[in-house]
T-cell receptor
Framework: AQKITQTQPGMFVQEKEAVTLDCTYD???????LFWYKQPSSGEMIFLIY??????QNATEGRYSLNFQKARKSANLVISASQLGDSAMYFC????????????????FGTGTQLKVEL | DTGVSQDPRHKITKRGQNVTFRCDPI?????LYWYRQTLGQGPEFLTY????????KSRLLSDRFSAERPKGSFSTLEIQRTEQGDSAMYLC??????????????FGPGTRLLVL
């Protein structure tokens, strides 16, 4: 089974509108972390936002927020007030385990969603 | 604030040649990771170092691949006898050991490898 599923290969959004990028995950580990990264055409992966499995509140970081629904195993990224510069590939990733000791540090990524912001 | 750097950014080689990539992590980060990304896919984990110790290797890392981090600072990834299937983006990431955002990984710009 896929550990991270991103079902939207491509999304379009109008400038200044909000957009939600979907991510569902699969793990039996009670402790895990969920991350979103942005990858522009230049190739660099840019960290956007993090949500821990024990966090009570949804993470927010500027125009980015993470809609974390633990029971549904979903961690959707919401981008508010889209800008042309938001056009990029977006990846959801998961780290299983606490990530502080030897094991469980690797990230497992989804296949990504290509976001295009239009005027 | 210096981020993760990788060298070279692009590499074209002929099948059968050896190639070596270098990664310099963020200076205070003791963890370093290598990933490979093929076209249309998300990055896939290859290997992970904590200081100079290589603690985990993926099954993707065949015998032709070797990674080192001799002094716990920069790391090298070598591919011997390259094959066309090795063509990909090779990404390096680093993270702090402290409990900061549970070890968020920060990525470098990547090295694009093309094997002809």
């Amino acid at each position: 089974a896929q550990k991270i599923t991103q079902t939207q290969p491509g999304m379009f959004v109008q400038e200044k509108e909000a957009v939600t990028l979907d991510c569902t995950y699969d793990t039996s580990d009670p402790s895990y972390g969920l991350f979103w990264y942005k990858q522009p055409s230049s190739g660099e992966m840019i960290f956007l936002i993090y949500q821990g499995s024990y966090d009570q509140q949804n993470a927010t970081e500027g125009r980015y927020s993470l809609n974390f629904q633990k029971a549904r195993k979903s961690a959707n990224l919401v981008i508010s007030a889209s800008q042309l510069g938001d056009s990029a590939m977006y990846f959801c990733a998961m780290r299983e385990g606490r990530g502080l000791t030897g094991g469980g540090n690797k990230l497992t990524f989804g296949t990504g969603t290509q976001l295009k912001v239009e005027l | 604030d210096t981020g993760v750097s990788q060298d070279p950014r692009h590499k074209i080689t002929k099948r059968g040649q050896n190639v070596t990539f270098r990664c310099d992590p963020i200076s205070e980060h003791n963890r370093l990771y290598w990933y490979r990304q093929t076209l249309g896919q998300g990055p896939e984990f290859l290997t992970y170092f904590q200081n100079e110790a290589q603690l985990e290797k993926s099954r993707l890392l065949s015998d032709r691949f070797s990674a080192e981090r001799p002094k716990g600072s920069f790391s090298t990834l070598e591919i011997q006898r390259t094959e066309q299937g090795d063509s990909a983006m090779y990404l390096c990431a680093s993270s702090p050991g402290q409990r900061t955002l549970e070890g968020t990984q920060y990525f470098g710009p990547g090295t694009r490898l093309l094997v002809l």
